[in-house]
């Protein structure tokens, strides 16, 4: 894939606009970690909305801030500069472009392997590199934290049966981190498209300016409010199948600003390209039949890039059930 970046007025025509809400939401779940009760919280929370709020977490917040000043320094370098990292292939610096089938948005990022020791991204500082480094380690520990305390409280086997999906070292788990400049000329233009993540479990974490929206269940758009001491935990497209349906993915977008520049760091947890995507056995019940044909991850993420953002990906892989 081949990403030319162009002057911000010519890409107007392609970014798709939303339709604006001031539905700020006071209601997103809130999970203390170090309460006794924080894994009934967690379930609770992914059954509702798939989408909650980390406190307590024991990420220490200078940790989070010199990795946001890198990020900032990096993208506040001379646009030739920053393209001395791209185009992503997938992974390296991305200008407006989000993927291989035509969706734009108001946002440059940078995408990073958790895993390759070898990939090289000139223009991105040795010191950048350490505290990315330091930060997926901090953020997979986070996810399989959270992804205990969740087989805990579903009773569903040892207490790594998810966790260590993330853990394996063939784990295809990716760190993004999104630039979303002010836009004075726009208004209610989409900084990154509504989607859902296919990975297991994705960790948000953002400076003070506003922009992420989550979408309930009945359809509602809901802005959530920033919060840069606190991490926000999005269930994937791969947990739902994983729980067989109990666990809703969310689907989840960002709205440009007029104002103030957004910065997001986001730690996708996925599992082996060979793994197999199926309910676990172990949550199933009695008689209850799988709502999706078994998929490897490889198999998923092929079929998720040839799709668009606002795709239904996992409706490709539902069983269709007839009923007399």
């Not at 967690?42 to 509702?48: D, G, H, L, S, T």
């Not at 440059?108 to 997926?136: A, C, D, H, M, Q």
């Not at 003070?208 to 926000?232: A, E, R």
């Not at 600003?257 to 947890?269: A, D, K, W, Y």
């Amino acid at each position: 894939m081949v990403v030319v970046s162009q002057p911000v007025d010519e890409n107007f025509a392609h970014i798709r606009t939303c339709k604006p809400t001031s539905n700020i939401f006071t209601e997103i779940p809130v999970v203390d970690l170090l309460d006794p009760d924080a894994k009934t919280i967690i379930v609770e929370a992914c059954k509702e909305f798939g989408f909650f709020k980390v406190i307590n977490h024991g990420v220490p917040l200078e940790f989070i801030a010199r990795l946001e000043d890198e990020a900032i320094k990096f993208f506040n370098s001379p646009q030739p500069e920053k393209e001395k990292s791209g185009p992503p292939n997938p992974f390296g610096y991305g200008d407006k472009k989000i993927g291989p089938n035509g969706d734009v948005g108001w946002v440059e990022y940078l995408l990073f392997s958790t895993n390759s020791r070898k990939l090289i991204l000139p223009g991105v500082s040795e010191s950048f590199w350490s505290f990315v480094n330091e930060y997926v380690s901090a953020m997979r520990n986070l996810a399989c934290e959270v992804l205990e305390k969740t087989a805990e409280e579903l009773q569903i086997g040892p207490r790594d049966i998810l966790s260590k999906l993330l853990r394996d070292e063939k784990s295809d788990s990716y760190f993004r981190i999104n630039h979303y400049p002010p836009c004075p000329e726009l208004q209610a233009w989409s900084g990154f498209g509504d989607h859902t993540d296919p990975q297991i479990i994705s960790i948000v974490r953002s400076n003070n300016t506003s922009g992420l929206q989550i979408s309930l269940k009945d359809g509602t758009w809901v802005s959530v409010p920033p919060d840069h001491s606190s991490f926000f935990i999005n269930v994937g497209d791969s947990l739902q199948v994983l729980t067989n349906g109990r666990f809703r993915s969310v689907r989840h977008r960002v709205l440009a600003g007029s104002l103030n520049s957004r910065i997001s760091m986001i730690f996708f947890g996925g599992p082996p390209l060979t793994e197999k995507i199926t309910p676990l056995s172990s949550i199933m019940e009695q008689g209850e039949e799988s709502l999706y044909n078994e998929f490897t991850w490889y198999d998923y993420k092929k079929s998720a890039y040839k799709t668009r953002l606002s795709d239904n990906r996992l409706g490709l892989f539902e069983k269709s059930f007839t009923h007399n």
